[in-house]
């Protein structure tokens, strides 16, 4: 069993950024050995003290899909070799020497998206101060610095109208890019998603372990749709703060009664128990 997960308004609470709801989940996946793979919109340089926080050690996965980071220490570390090494990517790749960068991922849309300023009306992370970006996410300054180190994605506010989106939305295509919705902002980033990083690295835990994992989803957004719809046991889980994400009929969900963490929780202890009993 595999677990991946979103992080805001998933396994962190969407306003406090808090865990402890998670935490006899969190432990029961622990005494199983079931690795908990972070699939966040947020960056390495937020990740590295988090996964510490939550006293995780297995690969994770960043900016919505663009990268998959491991510890040279994981025992996952082997086979997941470090790809594309640009610029922008040896910076990663210096810090976490076992890092795959997606296909088209390893290049920031940043450039291009400043050339878009004289058309439309929005504001990026890069475009803003540490200040402001606490401001609008309600983290702390030093939090919110770590969310300004971006390689591979950009979150913006959109200030324009829809019809302006659409066309922006288009015209980031034809550059290669996509755009998302996270839980506060739009996210623009390469033709990955959390759905394909996830089916990577489960195949990876598939060479190692000799078997096909059984791979569970949590996320509460938009841009978690590409994981739930390729996940074994893909879990909504409930956020108040946002409308219901639009997940296929095709796709079997199972909806949380609570709202993140302690949705998360009650349902990977039900999954625990129905898979491990
Ligand atoms: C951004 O991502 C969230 C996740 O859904 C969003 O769009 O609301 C990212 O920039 C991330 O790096 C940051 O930590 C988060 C904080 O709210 O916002
Ligand atoms: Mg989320
Ligand atoms: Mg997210």
Redesign the pocket.
């Known amino acids: 069993i595999l677990v991946f997960t979103?992080?805001?308004?998933t396994l962190l609470d969407h306003d406090s950024?808090g865990f402890e709801a998670a935490l006899p989940a969190l432990t029961a996946l622990k005494a199983r050995n079931i690795p908990v793979v972070l699939n966040?919109?947020?960056?390495a340089a937020?990740l590295l003290p988090l996964r510490q926080e939550l006293d995780l050690h297995d690969p994770f996965i960043v900016?919505n899909g663009a990268a998959i980071i491991s510890d040279q220490a994981a025992p996952i570390s082997p086979y997941l070799e470090q790809s594309n090494p640009t610029a922008r990517v040896q910076q990663i790749a210096a810090d976490y020497p076992p890092s795959l960068v997606l296909p088209q991922c390893d290049h920031s849309p940043v450039p291009w998206l400043r050339q878009q300023k004289s058309q439309f009306e929005f504001i990026g992370?890069s475009d803003m101060s540490v200040a402001e970006?606490a401001d609008?996410?309600?983290?702390s300054a030093e939090?919110?610095l770590?969310?300004?180190n971006?390689l591979f994605?950009e979150?913006l506010i959109w200030h324009d109208d829809m019809e302006a989106l659409d066309q922006f939305r288009q015209r980031a295509a034809t550059q290669g890019f996509r755009l998302v919705?996270?839980?506060?902002?739009?996210?623009l980033m390469a033709k990955s998603d959390k759905g394909l990083a996830m089916e990577k690295l489960s195949t990876v835990y598939q060479t190692i372990w000799q078997t096909q994992p059984v791979n569970i989803a949590l996320g509460?957004?938009e841009?978690d749709v590409a994981m739930l719809n390729k996940a074994d046991y893909p879990v909504l889980v409930t956020n108040p703060a946002h409308s219901t994400p639009h997940v296929p009929e095709t796709t079997t969900i199972i909806t949380t009664r609570k709202h993140g963490p302690a949705g998360w929780n009650e349902t990977i202890l039900a999954l625990l128990e129905q898979l491990t009993p």
């Open positions: 979103d992080l805001d308004g950024y966040t919109s947020k960056t937020e900016e992370f970006v609008v996410t309600g983290l939090k919110a770590q969310a300004k971006r994605s979150p919705k996270g839980g506060r902002f739009w996210h509460d957004g841009n």
